[in-house]
């Protein structure tokens, strides 16, 4: 990034110019910008290169915000997949729960399924028909109909139902204590280490 700024590109930036917010001064320091005894070129060069820089700052910050957002996205699944190794080696060792004197105590949440269902209306008039209508397809009442096992074999007609298993591997749960110790966090790490 450069390291000049222009003041309308500043005045801008502070005032953040907006059509709720379109203030007097800016409107006065372009006239007096126009009005000065520097060639015309020039004005119209410091014009634009404000507004050039206000664009490269808007690249700038959006190719930041990407380049966050993706490591931002890496380290969720880097602390996901560690918390699932540590789990994992835990276990290995026979503990499911270790105490801490910064922390109140690991503990490991126990591995979960759970079944998803994808419901593909096939003919939405022929469904509705049979009663399955809140506005469309009502989905919730086919839903509950098929987990309670009733009658719906003309229902089955028009829809297709595919049933997925959803599992969520164990996990290590840090668990905070509720008042701080005085023990720094640091000299913890650098006795551990």
């Known amino acids: 990034m450069k390291v000049k700024n222009y003041r309308l590109e500043t005045e801008i930036e502070i005032e953040h110019l907006s059509i709720d917010n379109q203030k007097s001064w800016f409107t006065d320091y372009l006239k007096s910008l126009l009005e000065s005894d520097k060639p015309y070129y020039q004005k119209s060069d410091y014009i634009a290169l404000c507004f050039f820089e206000l664009d490269n700052k808007v690249t700038y910050l959006a190719n930041e915000i990407k380049a966050l957002t993706a490591q931002k996205k ?3 699944e880097a602390k996901r997949l560690g ?8 276990q290995t060792y026979g ?3 270790m105490e801490g004197t910064v922390i109140s105590s690991l503990t490991i949440t126990p591995s979960k399924k759970k079944l998803n269902r994808k419901i ?3 003919d939405p008039s022929k469904v509705m028909e049979l009663g399955f209508v ?3 397809v009502d989905r919730k009442s086919i839903d509950i109909a098929l987990e309670n096992g009733e009658d719906i074999s003309e229902l089955l007609q028009h829809i297709k139902v595919t049933k997925t298993t959803e599992i969520t591997l164990p996990k290590l749960k840090i668990n905070k204590r509720r008042s701080s110790n005085n023990i720094e966090s640091t000299e913890l790490l650098n006795d551990v280490a």
């Open 95 to 97: 503990i499911d729960k």
């Open 74 to 76: 890496k380290l969720e």
């Open 134 to 136: 809140n506005f469309t």
């Open 120 to 122: 593909v209306i096939k």
């Open 83 to 90: 918390l699932e190794i540590t789990a994992k080696t835990l």
